[in-house]
């Protein structure tokens, strides 16, 4: 109990700084950023060390093989997290941006202005990388954060939150800015997410359980980080150069992210020429099929790792080269299966038809919606937002790519000069 | 039990006709706008009938005059409710708005597109206009709605939901829509706040304690519509006609909104020549000043209805013509006493002093910061947005005034002819 009133009490001290850190300059906040790059590549040896106790632990424990070396900071990781937040410090400030300031008839102009949103909360697991990358975020846009890594990182993630602290300090940034929650009972997470007074948003990053944990447990807003089942429609009408060139993109590129295609969807009118081309490459790059009956019915002979989809194939995110294909007749029954099975994450159509287009623009619901270019493609950085906090699947305040942006709100602003209400 | 699982039923209805309605053209939900305006005025006599039911359950069950003032539906009130339909029907479509489309370096051209947020759940009390405000807000910006009104206006909130799904239903409007919770049972508001398979986002509208019983157990994020603690600080350097003309407005044109102002803070330097002209124009209109020290002594004689404040003032939410005044050395002491009391709602400077200006933008933490203008501008009509949903105190999605932009989400939207990822 006396260690939840700790944790309480360091999220209270967090939220105090916030309102110093709201009011900071772009130049202290940058200068910090620099000093905590700096620091952490400096400090590589310390780093290692302790993350070799995180990696003997996690050897005890037994974690598999692609868990460990999620784990493993190296030094060229290292390097690509004081990158990370050098890039960040490149960014424009959100804060203080002012909007659309519009003269009513009264005189009075009206407009918002952004700022942060005070403390953010993140709940995350084993990359311990994610510690640096969203305090990075966080304080460029002025808000307070709150840490919780998994336990199987406890010391890779307490030793870069000290540095991270150190450059921060004597950077001049309000001390407390960066809080990484020290104890590793599960309990904390509770504790966390009770602390509506303290925190003004939480982001978990993580498997389906600690999402549906914070999201049902939470009395604080909850931006959603949830799974990929995309999607990526050929109609009848796509270059089949395109498509070809696309859909491999989409599936073989990074198989294990959450915006890699999961499901091809084909026009029955396009399904006999482009799919043998498709699968070949597929099978080239050792990929497997879970085809629907068409499906197998065109490519008999023309590929091997091909098996007959069930209906849990439609709703699996296999995060690798596996992929499951389905032949349709429409345009309608494309969108009609991406709102059954999709997750609302990235959504493409490759088409030359106007009219598709723009069905499948406004009609497809979903946080990224592409024409004729790679889900792989949903991505802060690619997108152009300069960095990114994660992909938002929930539908309030930020949906898709988070960049600073997103870890801002916006007041109202009202200049006046002497206006009563009537 | 059967009757929470007939809730959850009509709920996953309505989620299932919100996905018809976002398909829906501007033409189809204006027509069905108008139709419900006329069907509430033709059917005025049957509605009057309803409330009066409601009028007498109240009586008996001692409702104070104002609330049964509230409760009451005047042949004036419905024609309002219609008009407020009318007014919503000429507003643009938020719908398919695209913004910002901007072209990368490979080609892709990167925006996002506003859609509707799915369904919204309110939580209101007493005043039955609410059904059809509500109600129309959410139509034209896409969205079905799950209403949950108090018990006291059961009668009146069911005619009304009929009467707008009757004229719904005609136009062309997908059934379910608008969905009424019929039960009065407050067990029903626990059991909608855990339905986050069919509510997107829960908007409670009443007292502080609807508003933390909703935050605490909602699964579902909770726009709050919090009380309004609002403060005027008159600077040293304040034009003294106009910031009587403000701060006059503020407090007396209509107290019993949460945008009038409850505190008034004025600089030490302008208090003895300010203070006893408002006061009196304070006095004239019937009002009451509870006082800081100095405030006292400057008011001596000049007040008969002024008493000491005490610490419970700084934090109360008066809604009539009571005021708290305090007399500030600077305006750090100004923004620290804001910062310390005020709910975060609506803040006021009168200054002629730029720098000051400047401060009180950015590190005023409020959702709506005014410079030399009366707070009771914060609103939704009065801000030129067109419609008002409520006042967020949020800091998340959307913060003060809602209007119909703030109901909806944007996905982004990627055009592109041909791009795969490196």
Redesign the interface.
């Known amino acids: 109990m006396a260690l939840f009133d700790d944790i309480k009490k360091e999220a209270a001290e967090t939220k105090i700084a916030s ?1 110093i850190l ?2 900071c300059s772009t130049e202290i906040k940058n200068r910090a950023l620099l000093a905590m790059a700096d620091q952490l590549e400096a400090q590589s040896e310390f780093l290692s060390l302790e993350n070799a106790k995180d990696l003997e632990g996690g050897k005890k424990k037994g974690l598999s093989g692609p868990l460990l070396e999620r784990l493993t900071l190296t030094p060229k990781r290292i390097a690509a997290m004081a990158d990370g937040l050098r890039q960040v410090a490149a960014l424009p400030d959100p804060v ?1 941006e002012i909007l659309g300031i ?1 003269r ?1 008839p009264n005189g ?1 102009q ?1 407009g918002q ?1 952004r ?1 942060p ?2 403390v953010i909360g993140i709940i995350y697991e084993s990359r311990p990388n994610v510690t640096a990358d969203v305090a990075g975020l966080c304080i460029k846009s002025g808000n307070g954060v709150v840490l919780r890594g998994g336990s199987e990182a406890i010391h890779s993630n307490t030793a870069i939150a000290e540095i991270l602290n150190q450059a921060g300090d004597a950077a001049g940034l309000p001390p407390c800015v960066v809080n990484l929650i020290k104890t590793t009972d599960r309990q904390a997470i509770y504790e966390l997410l009770k602390m ?1 007074d303290s925190i ?2 939480i982001i978990p990053r993580g498997g389906e359980g600690l999402i549906r944990t914070v ?2 447990h939470s ?1 604080i ?2 931006m959603k980080h949830d799974k990929g089942i995309c999607h990526t429609f050929v109609d009848a009408s796509a ?1 089949i150069e ?1 498509a070809e ?2 859909c ?3 599936k073989v ?1 990074r198989p294990s992210t959450c915006n890699a295609m999961e499901t091809l969807l084909v026009h029955k009118e396009i399904a006999s020429v482009f799919l043998p081309r498709f699968a070949k490459r597929l099978q080239d790059a050792g990929g497997e099929i879970r085809a629907c009956e068409k499906t197998m019915a065109i490519l008999q002979g023309n590929m091997d790792a091909i098996s007959p989809a069930t209906e849990d194939d439609w709703k699996t995110e296999y995060l690798d080269l596996t992929l499951a294909v389905k032949v349709l007749p429409s345009l309608d029954e494309a969108i009609t299966h991406i ?1 059954r099975y999709g997750s609302g994450h990235s959504e493409a159509i490759i088409t030359n038809d106007h009219s598709h287009v723009t069905r499948f ?3 497809v ?10 889900t ?3 991505d802060g950085f ?3 937002l300069g960095a990114e906090m994660g992909i938002s699947t ?4 930020a ?3 988070m960049g600073l942006t997103a870890l801002t ?13 009537n």
């Open positions: 309102r709201a009011k203080g519009k009513l009075l009206v202005m700022g949103i005070g509506e003004d948003l999201v049902e009395r807003p909850v270059d395109m060139a696309i491999v993109n989409a590129q709102t623009l406004n009609e619901d979903a946080a990224a919606v592409f024409i004729n270019s790679s792989r493609f949903s690619e997108l152009g929930s539908r309030i305040h949906r898709g790519p709100c916006k007041k109202f602003i009202i200049l006046g000069d002497g206006q009563i209400r």
